[in-house]
Antibody
């Protein structure tokens, strides 16, 4: 069965960077797109960017352009999202999601990774 | 890219039908039939319930249905049940090759 398993919770200081991983199983990693979405406490879902897991191409939301980098390790079927210059407003749950059974939607989700930014 | 506009809350009694709207622009909802809907229970990851405006993934109840007219998409839940109480988000592909979520709607079953 398809599974996306994310790395554990992180606590970071303002100005630092965080890198969250998402290990995929149950499907061919390089055939599907991977997305990153975040949700601040009590707030809405916010789309951050996506990765073509086959060729490594990425597209980012304008809001995060310059601060976010999405990469992948095909040998480990794992995608990574790194967010730099962290501020308190970046405290959120970060989710990875994949389009496995088609394009243009997110049919499988990771369990989420809580990133807390605090001095 | 501004968020798609959804009502903050919608409520209904068990057995009733409710509809949640999702308004975008001619650069997203109005341009593409790539609107999807997600259900999120507290403390859980979102779950896909509708994709490509009207299609339901396998295993999703047929009480959920989707539609679109112009720049506005809609999600209808018929035969409302207690387990439908959750937050609902729409999402659309956009002309910038990106995606945008809606503001979210809290559904309350009275």
């Amino acid at each position: 069965q398809v599974q996306l398993v994310q790395s554990g919770a992180e606590v970071k200081k303002p100005g630092a960077s965080v890198k969250v991983s998402c290990e995929a199983s149950g499907y061919t990693f390089t055939n599907c797109a991977m997305y990153w979405v975040r949700q601040a406490p009590g707030q809405r879902l916010e789309w951050m960017g996506w990765l073509n897991a086959g060729n490594g191409d990425t597209i980012y939301s304008q809001k995060f352009q310059g601060r976010v980098t999405i990469t992948r390790d095909t040998s480990a079927s794992t995608a990574y999202m790194e967010l730099s210059s962290l501020r308190s407003e970046d405290t959120a749950i970060y989710y990875c999601a994949a389009s496995v059974w088609g394009d243009y939607h997110f049919d499988f989700w990771g369990q989420g990774t809580l990133v807390t930014v605090s001095s | 890219q501004s968020a798609l506009t959804q009502p903050a809350s919608v409520s209904g009694s068990p057995g009733q039908s409710i509809t949640i709207s999702c308004t975008g622009t001619n650069s997203d909802v109005g341009r593409y039939n790539y609107v999807s809907w997600y259900q999120q229970h507290p403390g859980k990851a979102p779950k896909l319930i509708i994709y490509d405006v009207t299609y339901r993934p396998s295993g999703v109840s047929n009480r959920f249905s989707g539609s679109k007219s112009g720049d506005t998409a809609s999600l209808t839940i018929s035969g409302l049940q207690a387990e439908d109480e959750a937050d609902y988000y729409c999402n659309s592909y956009t002309s910038r090759f990106t995606y945008v979520f809606g503001t979210g709607t809290k559904v309350t079953v009275l």
